[in-house]
Structures are given as structure tokens and as C-alpha cells.
């Protein structure tokens, strides 16, 4: 068994907490440096690619096992709410016989409301750190699954929002709010399909430093995974649907505008023949009469009330 050496608090990067209950000790990185790194080198057997891959912000999600330690890379999504953007923030997190070592960059709640109420609260301590390594991995892994499922709640909703409103958007704001929600949905779904694979394999594989016991736990959690999954392949049929709608809707209002300009250009068309003929320095009949701006000016509009009547009449306008 691989055990914590005792080396003092002052010797800690700024970046690394520790808490400690019995023989379990929860290391936590937030925003890993090479600093950060080094200490975790001198610390634990880890390997150097698995320590260069946790400052790699590109790492495909993964799950590599040693004779010592599991090594995990996983991404969750962050909304961004001035930016209204979901980004993907990555975490590793080793998982040896008596330690649990996580670093990510300090923008997944979970992890850190996880690790402030472990430090600060005796009964929490002795719950997450007083069973085994494996327990805590499986708190901290279910805390981040479900933080999953209000980000994909809030863009169900907004493709709600924007599914009742269809009919009153406009226009030019209509195609921007189509493509903020279907980048969201683009997005959790780029984040969350590589988690599954790796969540299910600890419901389906033995691994020796996972408690058999927990097996049931780590099938929850899988599930939960799923879940949120098939509720983004529901979303995925949303959106596109609302696409096709918003995309036939603004189609027809544009022919319905086109049409309406065509019956106006077509209606006003022979009183601007008439105005061009008696235009020319040229002699032309009526032309010496004292009423003949009165009956051309009449002429164009019996005219043209008589085109728009007729457009009426077959329904073009």
C-alpha cells in the first residue's frame, strides 16, 4: 500500500489543500502549476505523462490503470452567464489505496462546495473520508453528474421559451436566439458523450482499488449520466424541429412580403406609364385640354384601385 508522507503544511503551494480523517487524505488543486505539480511528483508514485496531462487543457476524457492508482480525466460543462456560452472544464482526479487527488481549475462548484463542507464540518469529514478513497471518488463523481442536470434543464428551457414565442419573434432576432440554443446543445453534447463510456465501465469492469460494494453506486451514477444524455437527444429533436418551424416560418413571411411589394409594383406600374408618356416633349392626346391633369391624374388612379381590387379578388394580397 502506497501511503501519504507526512511533509509540513508550509511546504504546500498556495493551489493545494489538504484534508485529511483516520488514514484518508483528499488533495485538492485548484488552477495546477508546475509548482503544484512538483509537489504532487514528490508526494505520490504518479507518472510524469499523467502530471503533464493535467495542465493539458485539450486531454481527451480517459481512465488509466496502474498497480498503484486510477487516473481519471473528466470534463463538465460551465455556463458562462455574461457570455452565455458552455465550455468544458476538466478535471483529474488520481484515486489511490488511501488518498483521492483532484485538480481542475476552480470553476466546478461541486468539487469545491464538496471540499469546503469536508473542512469545515467534522460530521461530513468523517462521512466522505472516514469509509474509503473509493466512497469519496463516488461523492464527488455523483456531485458532478448532477450539477449536469440543471445546465441541460435551463437550455430545455429556453428551447420552451422559444418554442411558445415562435410566432411573435422577430425576424432578426429570431435566427440569433436559433443559434445560441442550438450551440449550447452542440456543446453539452460534445462534453457529455465521451463521460459515458468511462462512467459505465466502473458499473461493468472490476477495478482492485474500487470497493465491490459500491459497484450499485457507480451503476447510479451511470444512470444518471444516461439520463441526461437521452434528455440532450430529446433536446437535439427539439431544436431541430423548431429550426424547421422558425426556418418555414420566416420563409413564408418573406414570400408574403415579396409578394405584397410585387402587387404594389405591378399596381402603381401603369400610372408611372402614363406619367412617362405625358413626360415627353412630344404632342400627345388631351394634351392642350384644360382638364387633362385632372382626368390623367384620375385615369391613374381608377387604374391602379382597379389592379389592387383585382389582386383582392384572387386572393394575391
Given at each position: 500500500m502506497v501511503t501519504v508522507q507526512p511533509v509540513p503544511r508550509e511546504a504546500a503551494p498556495a493551489n493545494v489543500r489538504t484534508v485529511s480523517h483516520g488514514a484518508i487524505t483528499w488533495v485538492d488543486v485548484v488552477e495546477p502549476d508546475r509548482d503544484a505539480l512538483d509537489y504532487l511528483a514528490a508526494r505520490f508514485p504518479f507518472h510524469e505523462l499523467d502530471l503533464d496531462d493535467v495542465l493539458s487543457k485539450r486531454q481527451r476524457p480517459k481512465l488509466d490503470e496502474y498497480d498503484d492508482y486510477l487516473f481519471f480525466i473528466l470534463h463538465f460543462p460551465v455556463f458562462e452567464a455574461r457570455t452565455r456560452l458552455t465550455s468544458r472544464s476538466q478535471?483529474?482526479?488520481f484515486l489511490g489505496p488511501d488518498y483521492v487527488v483532484t485538480a481542475h481549475r476552480g470553476n466546478l462548484r461541486p468539487i469545491l462546495q464538496l471540499f469546503e463542507e469536508a473542512s469545515s464540518r467534522d460530521d461530513l469529514k468523517e462521512k466522505l473520508l472516514g469509509q474509503s478513497p473509493s466512497y469519496l471518488f463516488y461523492q464527488l463523481l455523483d456531485r458532478l453528474v448532477d450539477y449536469c442536470g440543471p445546465i441541460v434543464n435551463r437550455v430545455a428551457g429556453s428551447a420552451?421559451?422559444?418554442q411558445e414565442g415562435l410566432l411573435s419573434l422577430d425576424t432578426r432576432s429570431g435566427p440569433q436566439e436559433m443559434v445560441l440554443l442550438r450551440r449550447e446543445l452542440i456543446a453539452l453534447?460534445?462534453?457529455?458523450?465521451?463521460?459515458i463510456g468511462i462512467i459505465a465501465s466502473l458499473e461493468h469492469r472490476r477495478y482492485k482499488l474500487l470497493d465491490p460494494e459500491l459497484e450499485v453506486y457507480f451503476s447510479d451514477v451511470a444512470d444518471h449520466i444516461r439520463q441526461t444524455w437521452d434528455a440532450l437527444?430529446?433536446?437535439r429533436e427539439v431544436v431541430e424541429g423548431l429550426n424547421d418551424a422558425f426556418n418555414w416560418y420566416t420563409t413564408n413571411r418573406t414570400n408574403e412580403v415579396i409578394k405584397l411589394l410585387t402587387a404594389i409594383a405591378a399596381s402603381v406600374l401603369p400610372a408611372v406609364f402614363i406619367s412617362q408618356m405625358y413626360g415627353q416633349n412630344i404632342r400627345l392626346p388631351l394634351a392642350d385640354q384644360p382638364y387633362a391633369f385632372w382626368f390623367l391624374a384620375g385615369a391613374q388612379?381608377?387604374?391602379t384601385a382597379s389592379l389592387i381590387l383585382f389582386f383582392r379578388w384572387r386572393r394575391w394580397i
Open positions: 478535471v483529474s482526479i420552451d421559451t422559444l453534447r460534445r462534453i457529455i458523450r465521451p463521460q437527444e430529446d433536446l388612379v381608377l387604374v
